[in-house]
């Protein structure tokens, strides 16, 4: 039998998407589960967009410019100028989701064996797309005491040798929930200055900041216009994951035809999809005051009731809609399986995403050293009521793991 490639070998099987078997099997046996593993928002995607599709007038679905309809771009253009990143449509590439992006980014910059560097815990996928990419993470830790906040610059420093080619930050972020100062970022942009590498910034979830706090974009840092890519998507900001559609953004021309040349080896982004996120910048300014307010109320159930918890710890996050706890457990992944598969508070219980898999580990076999251990991610993408029912079956539950 011919044998399968190295890469997909190293592969990993997505951390979230693990326990779903066990979570299946709690359904099948009459338990109800709340959800709180995956980042699929349950608000509605705004009705302007949602219409646009149904009342497009295309009577043949071709191929678009690969960089994306021009009217989009433009479109796209006049959104971010909005929000203080001042590019036009000649710096956009839409893409297949974020993801798409995040590949151009590492195809586009990085070779095989270069090495991007990335504070831990960090999106799981971005290990695969490393994987796919040939390219190798270097992770630095940010920890739960400081919030994960951007760890040290020395730190960064410590890690930088002759292949290292990027930086990457998620802002803010997934799985952390932290969100990224204008000061840390411009101390980053001091590092990406220096060693004169590139700086990937996965902003996709950048509508989704608290407490009045501002988001501040790497495209506004200008000292390193040239080396910065932005990345970005709709499927957070208009809640509409499925119709696969992100941005890869940047003024370094010679990147930008880069990118492009993977762009045309695709072809061309969905069209359905571009004409939805087209009437989605027009989305009401209403719309995300409602939804912030809404998550604001959920990340204060989720935090407040985890510091109530004898034994855990919730730092509060700014941005995104995770947070990340740390429980007294043993061993997370164990946990969050025995939630699904023995246990039920009235018959219902809680499906968590296990820390370990936003981390990367070192070591192999019985030396491998797994971090995150004490440590679960949890999504916010329920309602107030449900998250209160799930956060008492989650307080049971450590009672009873730890008897
Ligand atoms: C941090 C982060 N980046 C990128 C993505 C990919 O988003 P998409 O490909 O749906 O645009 C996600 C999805 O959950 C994410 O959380």
């Given at each position: 039998m011919p044998k399968i490639s190295k890469k997909g070998m190293d592969m990993h099987p997505s951390p979230i998407r693990k326990l779903v078997p066990y979570?299946?099997?709690?359904?099948?046996?009459?338990?109800?589960?709340?959800?709180?593993?995956?980042?699929?928002?349950?608000?509605?995607?705004?009705?302007?967009?949602?219409?646009?599709?149904?009342?497009?007038?295309?009577?043949?679905?071709?191929?678009?410019?690969?960089?994306?309809?021009?009217?989009?771009?433009?479109?796209?253009a006049e959104y971010y100028n909005r929000v203080g990143v001042a590019i036009t449509a000649d710096d956009i590439i839409v893409t297949t989701g974020g993801s798409e992006?995040?590949?151009?980014?590492?195809?586009?910059?990085?070779?095989?064996?270069?090495?991007?560097?990335?504070?831990?815990?960090?999106?799981?996928?971005?290990?695969?797309?490393?994987?796919?990419?040939?390219?190798?993470?270097?992770?630095?830790?940010?920890?739960?005491?400081?919030?994960?906040?951007?760890?040290?610059?020395?730190?960064?420093?410590?890690v930088i040798g002759p292949k290292t080619k990027a930086i990457m930050?998620?802002?803010?972020?997934?799985?952390?929930?932290?969100?990224?100062?204008?000061?840390?970022l411009t101390a980053l942009s001091k590092i990406v200055e220096k060693y004169d590498i590139f700086l990937f910034a996965d902003e996709v979830y950048r509508e989704f900041v608290y407490d009045g706090e501002e988001h501040f974009s790497v495209m506004q840092l200008k000292n390193i216009e040239q080396n910065t890519i932005l990345l970005d998507s709709v499927s957070k900001r208009y809640s509409a994951c499925g119709v696969r559609i992100g941005a890869f953004i940047t003024k370094n021309e010679e990147v930008y035809n880069t990118a492009m040349?993977?762009?045309?080896?695709?072809?061309?982004?969905?069209?359905?999809?571009?004409?939805?996120?087209?009437?989605?910048?027009?989305?009401?300014?209403?719309?995300?005051?409602?939804?912030?307010?809404?998550?604001?109320?959920r990340r204060n159930t989720v935090v407040q009731a985890i510091n109530n918890m004898q034994g855990c710890f919730c730092p509060n996050p700014k941005g995104a809609f995770?947070?990340?706890?740390?429980?007294?457990?043993?061993?997370?992944?164990?946990?969050?399986?025995?939630?699904?598969?023995?246990?039920?508070?009235?018959?219902?219980?809680?499906?968590?995403?296990?820390?370990?898999?936003?981390?990367?580990?070192?070591?192999?076999?019985?030396?491998?050293?797994?971090?995150?251990?004490?440590?679960?991610?949890?999504?916010?993408?329920?309602?107030?009521?449900?998250l209160k029912e799930a956060m008492e079956c989650l307080a049971e539950g450590l009672k009873v793991y730890n008897r």
């Amino acid at each position: 039998m011919p044998k399968i490639s190295k890469k997909g070998m190293d592969m990993h099987p997505s951390p979230i998407r693990k326990l779903v078997p066990y979570a299946d099997a709690a359904v099948n046996r009459g338990v109800k589960v709340f959800y709180l593993n995956i980042g699929q928002p349950d608000i509605e995607t705004p009705k302007g967009a949602r219409d646009a599709v149904k009342n497009n007038g295309l009577n043949v679905v071709a191929y678009s410019h690969s960089a994306g309809i021009l009217s989009y771009r433009k479109k796209l253009a006049e959104y971010y100028n909005r929000v203080g990143v001042a590019i036009t449509a000649d710096d956009i590439i839409v893409t297949t989701g974020g993801s798409e992006g995040i590949m151009f980014a590492f195809n586009s910059c990085l070779d095989s064996g270069d090495e991007v560097i990335i504070p831990e815990p960090f999106y799981a996928n971005y290990n695969g797309f490393a994987i796919a990419s040939d390219v190798v993470v270097k992770p630095i830790v940010s920890s739960i005491e400081t919030g994960f906040a951007l760890p040290p610059i020395e730190e960064f420093e410590k890690v930088i040798g002759p292949k290292t080619k990027a930086i990457m930050i998620c802002n803010p972020s997934n799985p952390t929930g932290y969100l990224y100062s204008k000061e840390e970022l411009t101390a980053l942009s001091k590092i990406v200055e220096k060693y004169d590498i590139f700086l990937f910034a996965d902003e996709v979830y950048r509508e989704f900041v608290y407490d009045g706090e501002e988001h501040f974009s790497v495209m506004q840092l200008k000292n390193i216009e040239q080396n910065t890519i932005l990345l970005d998507s709709v499927s957070k900001r208009y809640s509409a994951c499925g119709v696969r559609i992100g941005a890869f953004i940047t003024k370094n021309e010679e990147v930008y035809n880069t990118a492009m040349k993977f762009a045309q080896a695709r072809l061309s982004p969905p069209s359905y999809g571009q004409i939805l996120g087209e009437a989605a910048v027009d989305t009401p300014q209403e719309y995300f005051d409602e939804v912030v307010k809404d998550y604001v109320a959920r990340r204060n159930t989720v935090v407040q009731a985890i510091n109530n918890m004898q034994g855990c710890f919730c730092p509060n996050p700014k941005g995104a809609f995770y947070a990340m706890a740390r429980l007294p457990v043993d061993d997370s992944d164990k946990f969050c399986q025995w939630l699904l598969e023995e246990f039920d508070y009235n018959g219902k219980t809680v499906m968590l995403a296990p820390a370990t898999g936003f981390y990367s580990t070192s070591g192999e076999g019985k030396n491998e050293v797994r971090k995150g251990k004490n440590e679960v991610r949890i999504s916010y993408c329920l309602n107030v009521k449900d998250l209160k029912e799930a956060m008492e079956c989650l307080a049971e539950g450590l009672k009873v793991y730890n008897r």
